[in-house]
Nanobody, 121 residues
Framework: QVQLVESGGGLVQAGGSLRLSCAAFGSIFSINSMGWYRQAPGKQRELVADITSGGNTNYADSVKGRFTISRDNPKNTVYLQMNTLKFEDTAVYSC???????????????WGRGTQITVSS
């Protein structure tokens, strides 16, 4: 089985910065895409950013220029550097990875449990 463990959430003032980390543990052969999603109260979950195994990135329009996604493949870890945070960035942030386990020929999606980001105005 594969487990994703997030860290770095918390409370920050508007204009501040936070860095999220998400590490994958388990019997991992390879990881394809890694990404961050968020869900605010009363809203649907949305993609924040993702990054392919080749390093290609994709961002939601609302975070372009403020957030940066990166990955450390040997550590099976994805990061999200969040700068110039706004009140509307308040949400639960979850990581997602598509992982191939050592005992499988297929990739499956795994999710972290989520971490709360609260931006005070």
């Amino acid at each position: 089985q594969v487990q994703l463990v997030e860290s770095g959430g918390g409370l920050v003032q508007a204009g501040g910065s936070l860095r999220l980390s998400c590490a994958a543990f388990g019997s991992i052969f390879s990881i394809n895409s890694m990404g961050w999603y968020r869900q605010a109260p009363g809203k649907q979950r949305e993609l924040v950013a993702d990054i392919t195994s080749g390093g290609n990135t994709n961002y939601a329009d609302s975070v372009k220029g403020r957030f940066t996604i990166s990955r450390d493949n040997p550590k099976n870890t994805v990061y999200l550097q969040m700068n110039t945070l706004k009140f509307e960035d308040t949400a639960v942030y979850s990581c997602r990875m598509t992982v191939r386990q050592r005992t499988s020929y297929y990739f499956s999606a795994y999710w972290g449990r989520g971490t709360q980001i609260t931006v005070s105005s």
